[in-house]
């Protein structure tokens, strides 16, 4: 089992906030550094305001040196694939191919509106998803000196020269998530290399991971291919004091964490990450809320960590 450390900067972080975290969680031993790519902040003010993800990791990739990074997950309605697909190859060259792409069809309408992005209805999105994901690894996967074209129903390319590359190849994992139960299944099982299942209950994660096998098996792909996750928001205290001290903190009740996320002592973060490591989780991102708390990491790293490695 691999720890993560998943941010939510739309919340209200600086990039400054942002570079202390992915510090601390490199230090610690995390195996990467993700952030949401939103640009609205969800009941709270959300100041200084809203970061952007890719410049984010761009600056991360320079001031970090071993630390995985990504998005969890980049919205298809807020970018080109095109120009996209030069952001991600050019800051995994920046980190030495460190990066992890995470695309999704996006779903929170308000900071469309308020950004003045396009949101287009649920199928389209997802029609737009799919052509960014050709797209994408369409340009990728072009050999150099060859030329790239395709014609989807939303996206047109004409002879692009596919530049530039990533570093890594054939390229950056791609880590695709959500619970929709037909499309997501059939895009991940194309596309991904990472299912990722956010904020769901074990039984629920297990249905998802088996609509997902059952879609690999459909296209003649080994579902042991793709690598599990789940993203789960975390609050972990030495006792009732330090755990509730936490939860007030991001607004939240210990009670509601400790049913809907990883919340408690560290035996008890232990017991449930084995729950999900039984059906077939190999890595959790742990939504941390409170960015200042990086004595938050070390408590995680210093007792649940070492305890959930060979899970």
């Known amino acids: 089992m691999e720890l993560r450390i998943f941010t939510e900067p739309q919340q209200g972080a600086s990039y400054e906030d942002l570079l202390a975290v992915a510090k601390t969680a490199e230090r610690l031993g995390y195996g990467a550094f993700f952030r949401s790519d939103h640009y609205l902040a969800m009941n709270v003010e959300g100041l200084p305001g809203p970061t952007d993800a890719w410049i984010t990791l761009a600056g991360l990739a320079r001031d970090t040196s071993t630390i995985r990074l990504g998005t969890l997950v980049t919205s ?29 069809s996006g779903w929170f309408e308000d900071e469309h509106r308020a950004y003045g992005i396009p949101f287009p209805p649920l199928k389209e999105r997802f029609d737009l998803l799919e052509d960014s994901l050709a797209v994408i690894t369409g340009l990728w996967d072009t050999p150099i000196g060859d030329t790239f074209s395709y014609d989807g129903k939303h996206v047109r390319i004409e002879d692009s020269p596919a530049l530039p590359k990533p570093v890594q190849s054939p390229h950056p994992p791609i880590v695709m998530g959500g619970a929709g139960k037909k499309r997501t299944p059939a895009l ?10 956010p904020f769901k209950s074990v039984d629920e994660t297990a249905d998802l991971f088996a609509r ?4 690999c098996r459909a296209v003649q792909r080994d579902p042991a291919e793709l690598t599990y996750s789940n993203a789960l928001v975390v609050c972990c205290g030495r006792d009732d004091a330090e755990i509730a001290r936490r939860a007030d903190r991001i607004g939240r009740d210990v009670a509601e964490l400790r049913e809907n996320g990883l919340a408690g002592t560290p035996a008890e973060l232990v017991d449930k990450i084995r729950r999900y490591a039984e059906i077939g989780t190999q890595r959790i991102y742990l939504q941390v809320l409170d960015l200042a708390d990086l004595e938050h990491l070390e408590l995680i790293a210093d007792e649940v960590m070492p305890a959930v490695t060979d899970l």
């Open 76 to 104: 298809a309605t807020f970018r080109h694939p095109g120009p996209l697909a030069i952001t991600v190859a050019q800051v995994d060259a920046m980190s030495g191919g460190r990066v992890e792409f995470g695309l999704g």
């Open 212 to 215: 997902v096998g059952q879609a």
């Open 188 to 197: 991940v099982a194309k596309y991904a290399n990472e299912f990722n299942v």
